[in-house]
C-alpha cells in the first residue's frame, strides 16, 4: 500500500523528549492492533530498537524508551487502517504532543512508500529492523527449534530464497543496511539471540 505523506516535518520542536508513558503506549497498541502476528512484529521491532539504543547508541533507560516507543508503534495503524497507513498513527502521536524524533522515524520506516528518506538514527535502524526481523522471524517458524541454533549461515540461505517470506523486500533490507552504515551480517548476529526472546506473546 502506497501512500506519500507530502510533508517531510513532523510533530513540534517543542515536543521534543516527550513520550507515551508506557501504560498509555500499550494502550494504544491493544486498541489499535488485534492481529497476533502483527504485534508480535511490532513488539520484535520495539525490543531490538531498545536493545540497539542501549547498546550501541549508549543511551539511558528514557532514551531506550524513545527508541523501544517507535518500533512498537512503527505499524499501529496498519492492522485496522491499511489505506492510512502511517499517516494515521503520525497525527495520533503529533495530536499526543510526542517527540517529533520518534514520529519522524515512523515515517521514514518505508521511504519507497512514504516519501520521507531516513536520516537520524533512529530513523536508519528503525528502517533496518522492520524487514529483516520479519524474516528472521519467519525463518524460526518452519525450524523445529525455531531461534534456538538458528546461525547466520542459515538467514543468508533465506535471504537468497526468493520465494521465501516473498513479502520481505530484499531491496529494502540491502537499502536500509547501506543507509545505516552496517554489513549486512552484522545486523541478522545482532537480531537473531535478542529476536529469541520475544518469540511469542
Given at each position: 500500500m502506497s501512500l506519500q505523506l507530502g510533508r517531510n516535518t513532523f510533530g513540534d520542536v517543542?515536543?521534543?523528549?516527550?513520550?507515551?508513558?508506557?501504560?498509555?503506549?500499550?494502550?494504544?497498541?491493544?486498541?489499535?492492533?488485534?492481529?497476533?502476528?502483527?504485534?508480535?512484529?511490532?513488539?520484535?521491532?520495539?525490543?531490538?530498537?531498545?536493545?540497539?539504543?542501549?547498546?550501541k547508541q549508549g543511551l539511558d533507560e528514557a532514551g531506550q524508551w524513545r527508541w523501544e516507543m517507535a518500533g512498537l508503534l512503527h505499524d499501529a495503524d496498519w492492522d485496522q487502517w491499511p489505506d492510512l497507513h502511517c499517516k494515521k498513527i503520525i497525527e495520533e502521536l503529533e495530536s499526543r504532543n510526542a517527540d517529533p524524533e520518534i514520529i519522524r522515524a515512523i515515517a521514514s520506516?518505508?521511504?519507497?512508500?512514504?516519501?520521507?528518506?531516513?536520516?537520524?538514527?533512529?530513523?536508519?535502524?528503525?528502517?533496518?529492523?522492520?524487514?529483516?526481523?520479519?524474516?528472521?522471524?519467519?525463518?524460526?517458524?518452519?525450524r523445529p527449534g525455531g531461534y534456538e541454533g538458528m546461525d547466520l549461515k542459515g538467514v543468508k540461505k533465506r535471504l537468497k530464497e526468493k520465494s521465501f517470506a516473498a513479502n520481505v523486500s530484499r531491496e529494502d533490507i540491502q537499502d536500509a543496511c547501506e543507509r545505516a552504515g552496517i554489513v549486512q551480517d552484522d545486523l541478522i548476529q545482532f537480531i537473531i539471540p535478542r529476536q529469541a526472546t520475544v518469540a511469542a506473546v
Open positions: 517543542a515536543n521534543k523528549g516527550n513520550v507515551l508513558s508506557k501504560e498509555e503506549a500499550f494502550a494504544l497498541f491493544n486498541e489499535w492492533v488485534l492481529n497476533p502476528k502483527l504485534k508480535l512484529h511490532m513488539l520484535q521491532v520495539g525490543h531490538l530498537m531498545k536493545c540497539w539504543a542501549a547498546e520506516h518505508g521511504h519507497l512508500h512514504f516519501g520521507v528518506i531516513p536520516e537520524t538514527d533512529m530513523d536508519k535502524m528503525l528502517y533496518a529492523f522492520d524487514e529483516l526481523s520479519g524474516l528472521i522471524h519467519a525463518y524460526s517458524l518452519m
